[in-house]
């Protein structure tokens, strides 16, 4: 980009000390020059300590138990975004960068990582994966997202699912990608139709929370304007857990 812009970090007023481990996990696609990342365009002086970039040849991945454009995952991809896809599939090379951090009260980890992909989108990267989120974007698509001035909002770092419950015009929220912050997936069971925009509203809102750095604990009761009297957190959950692969915090809507 001619003019890059800088990646801010955003300060977490309700953060306290927590056990959580923050998780990064991306693959950025490409044919780079071999010349240093230019992330400091960005903000960023650098990958946070924890985290290391490999680069590989795409070719050697592509047998690899947890390549990310086979079998299921690759159609979705496929399917969802065709053209990043595409792209990705061609690349010659793959950049895979991932880590765990100790929780913090800062994003600055999450500013610097993300400074150091847009600078591989500079010297050669065409699309980048987050697993996370089931999110791959070419790199245009990427800039768009993420290189926002004054930052990208909190709702871009994360998904938010829909899907029917066992009980008909019943419906489970929940959300993928709170691992990038150190805190629970948040999972809301029982949702009546009705009540599927509201209950999608409660499940950003208590994500951008812990996002934050706010805690919940076990059997606490929430309250406040649209959420369901008597409605109680229940903890649980670990990263060998499908389909969270994290720890949740799950709410029963009635």
């Not at 086979?70 to 950049?95: E, L, N, T």
């Not at 929940?174 to 150190?182: Q, S």
């Not at 949702?191 to 599927?196: L, R």
């Not at 209950?199 to 750095?213: D, K, P």
């Amino acid at each position: 980009m001619s003019h890059p812009i800088p990646i801010p970090a955003w300060q977490r007023p309700h953060w306290q000390p927590s056990e959580e481990q923050i998780v990064l996990q991306f693959y950025v696609f490409g044919q780079f020059e071999a010349v240093r990342v230019p992330s400091q365009d960005y903000g960023s002086p650098g990958l946070p300590a924890g985290l290391t970039a490999t680069n590989h040849r795409h070719a050697d991945l592509r047998g690899w138990d947890g390549y990310p454009l086979k079998g299921a995952a690759g159609r979705m991809y496929k399917a969802d975004a065709s053209q990043a896809f595409q792209r990705a599939f061609d690349a010659p090379q793959v950049m895979v960068v991932r880590g765990t951090l100790a929780d913090s009260p800062a994003t600055g980890y999450l500013r610097d990582t993300l400074g150091v992909l847009a600078g591989m989108l500079d010297i050669g990267g065409v699309a980048i994966l987050d697993p996370q989120i089931l999110s791959l974007l070419d790199a245009d698509g990427w800039r768009r997202h993420y290189l926002i001035r004054d930052g990208a909002p909190i709702r871009h770092h994360l998904l938010i699912l829909c899907d029917g419950e066992a009980a008909p015009g019943r419906f489970w929220i929940r959300t993928r990608g709170m691992r990038k912050f150190g805190r629970p997936d948040i999972s809301i069971r029982d949702v009546p139709d009705a009540a599927v925009d509201r209950a999608g509203a409660l499940c950003e809102q208590m994500a951008e929370l812990q996002a934050l750095g706010a805690h919940f604990t076990d059997g606490q009761v929430l309250e406040g304007e649209g959420i369901p009297a008597g409605m109680v957190a229940k903890l649980g959950g670990g990263m060998d857990e499908p389909p969270f692969n994290n720890s949740w915090v799950e709410l029963r809507w009635s």
